[in-house]
């Protein structure tokens, strides 16, 4: 699942839609930090239940969004970016002809003091 703030997300934060799917997948049990790991342990019920729930939350999300009262909704600060940038985060870093991973790695590091 991604959170790209364009379509009926334009502008919206996308660390804020992230924390608010979290929040009201915690309410309802579901523990979600962005991905899930499904194990041979889950049954066909634990399954059906999270698509279930996935089926309550993310209408949720769609109504917070159409009213621009997603901030309202969140209880509670945003999660925070830790160990990435989050702008671009979603792009493949494809390097000029005839530079190396240096010259990438070093415009990489420009670009991430500038943001």
């Known amino acids: 699942m991604t959170f790209a703030p364009e379509g009926l997300a334009a502008g919206a934060d ?4 992230k924390s608010f799917v ?16 499904l194990a041979a342990a889950h ?10 729930v996935y089926g309550e939350v993310l209408p949720l999300l769609r109504e917070a969004l159409e009213g621009r009262r997603l901030g309202d909704s969140l209880h509670g600060a945003p999660v925070e970016a ?12 494809v390097a000029a002809a005839g530079t190396g991973a240096a010259t990438l790695m070093a415009q990489t590091e420009t670009d991430d003091a500038r943001a």
């Open 14 to 17: 996308p660390l804020v839609m």
């Open 22 to 37: 979290q929040q009201e997948l915690i309410k309802r049990g579901v523990l979600w930090s962005g991905f899930h790991n």
């Open 43 to 52: 049954t066909d019920d634990d399954i059906a239940y999270l698509l279930r």
């Open 82 to 93: 830790v160990f990435r940038k989050t702008t671009g985060f979603n792009l493949k870093p």
